[in-house]
């Protein structure tokens, strides 16, 4: 279950790539004094966190979906490209 998430950052839903679920749970955590936001999300166990800078926060399309727990360098699966990419 997400927790409630300041007005002013609309998230996209966000896919766990490992079990190709919506993750269990998002947090933000705003740093004021470096003036951006991390962003954690929670599966199987398991975290992932994305740091952004307050301008790119808000330009986030909420109605795309992001993918966590992707390692590096893999492509995404067919079936997940069109849920990432519309």
């Given amino acids: 279950m997400s927790e409630p998430l300041p007005d002013r950052y609309k998230l996209p839903k966000i896919m766990c790539f490992v079990c190709k679920?919506?993750?269990e749970?998002?947090?933000i955590d705003e740093d004021e004094?470096?003036?951006s936001i991390t962003i954690t999300v929670f599966?199987?166990?398991s975290k992932d966190a994305?740091?952004?800078d307050r301008i790119n926060a808000h330009q986030i399309d909420e109605d795309a979906t992001g993918?966590?727990?992707q390692p590096d360098g893999t492509e995404l699966p067919a079936p997940m490209r069109s849920i990432a990419h519309g």
């Fill in 67 to 69: 993918i966590a727990f």
């Fill in 33 to 35: 004094y470096n003036m």
């Fill in 43 to 45: 599966c199987h166990g």
């Fill in 25 to 27: 749970r998002i947090v």
């Fill in 50 to 52: 994305m740091r952004l």
């Fill in 21 to 23: 679920k919506a993750v």
